[in-house]
């Protein structure tokens, strides 16, 4: 879980995240669901952050049947495909859902 004051401290990633669920025609709900994926698994290390938020709305879409590719994923926020590979996998997890093994 996360504090209230994550949202304002990180506001710049949550428009970040916004912009991407904008880009790639992802509905309100999977961005919500990536906001509080990413405000509950935030990095300590600044440079993390965009791997995770990548991860977080890869995560969110699969959640919400939205799927999208992690390339496009990766696009949207500049991050490698094996970002989000090596992190969607443990953020769905810990949000109380099987990852599927394919």
């Not at 440079?47 to 959640?63: E, H, T, W």
């Not at 919400?64 to 992190?87: H, K, T």
Request: charged share 25%; with cysteine.
């Amino acid at each position: 879980m996360y504090r209230a004051r994550d949202r304002l401290e990180h506001s710049e990633w949550l428009k970040e995240l916004e912009a991407a669920g904008t880009d790639l025609d992802l509905s309100q709900s999977v961005q919500s669901t990536a906001t509080d994926l990413f405000l509950s698994h935030l990095p300590d290390e600044e440079r993390s952050k965009p791997a995770v938020a990548a991860a977080s709305l890869y995560a969110a879409a699969l959640i919400g049947g939205e799927q999208r590719s992690q390339p496009a994923v990766a696009d949207c926020f500049g991050v490698s495909r094996l970002a989000i590979q090596s992190r969607w996998k443990e953020l769905l997890e810990a949000a109380g859902f099987r990852a599927p093994s394919w």
